[in-house]
Every structure is written in structure tokens, then in C-alpha cells.
Nanobody, 129 residues
């Protein structure tokens, strides 16, 4: 099973930017679709973005489309989430996760949490108004 560690969260003003990183251990990282999810206080965890194992397919929630960009570097076993034009409603704990099965893409957006099997501990993003 892959191990996932997120970093890069913090406090930023509305309109600002942050880049989250997700370091993944395991030689088979390049076989897995990776996703970002988030959970705001008092709300359920929701899908944010995903990227297929070679990076050719990208998926975004409507709420972040045009503002967030997901990417990956398979040589570094790392996934990134570039977040621009941040809004207070983007405040949440952001989680990185690996798809449960290799060589599987997202069937539909939003992606299902149940399809992802390796989760990180999360990184807090706070956007002040």
C-alpha cells in the first residue's frame, strides 16, 4: 500500500495562492490515479481534483475549475495542487489519496472517496477574507 504525506498548507488572504504537495512512497506510484479531497468544518469530505497515472487525464470539481491545477511528477513520486484566486470557502483540510487500483481512471466527477485507498493525514488551508 502506498503511503501519502501532504504538505504546503497554511494561512493566506483571499485572492492569494498556495501550492500543496503530496509525497508518495512506493515504486508503483506511477501506476495510480491520484486525487485531492477536502473537508471543511462541519461538512463532509468532498472531491477537489484528480490526475491519471501518466498525467494525461485531469478532473476537477466545478467549484475549483479554472482556479486550481493538479499535476504530478512521477520521477519524484509527488502530486501537486496549485491553488490560485483562493476564496474563504476554500478553507478546509486538504487530503491527498491514491486510487485503490492501479491503471484506473475516474469514472465520473465528482470522484468517489470509496475508490481511493491510501490517504494522507491532511494539511490545513485557511483563507482569510
Amino acid at each position: 500500500q502506498l503511503q501519502v504525506v501532504e504538505s504546503g498548507g497554511g494561512l493566506v488572504q483571499a485572492g492569494g495562492s498556495l501550492r500543496l504537495s503530496c509525497a508518495v512512497s512506493g515504486r508503483t506510484f506511477n501506476r495510480y490515479t491520484m486525487g485531492w479531497f477536502r473537508q471543511a468544518p462541519g461538512k463532509e469530505r468532498e472531491f477537489v481534483a484528480a490526475i491519471s497515472w501518466r498525467g494525461g487525464n485531469l478532473y476537477y470539481a466545478d467549484s475549483v475549475k479554472g482556479r486550481f491545477t493538479i499535476s504530478r511528477d512521477n520521477a519524484k513520486n509527488t502530486v501537486y495542487l496549485q491553488m490560485n484566486s483562493l476564496k474563504p470557502e476554500d478553507t478546509a483540510v486538504y487530503y491527498c489519496a491514491a486510487h485503490s487500483s492501479p491503471f484506473q481512471t475516474i469514472a465520473e466527477v465528482p470522484a468517489r472517496e470509496a475508490d481511493f485507498g491510501s490517504w494522507g493525514q491532511g494539511t490545513q488551508v485557511t483563507v482569510s477574507s
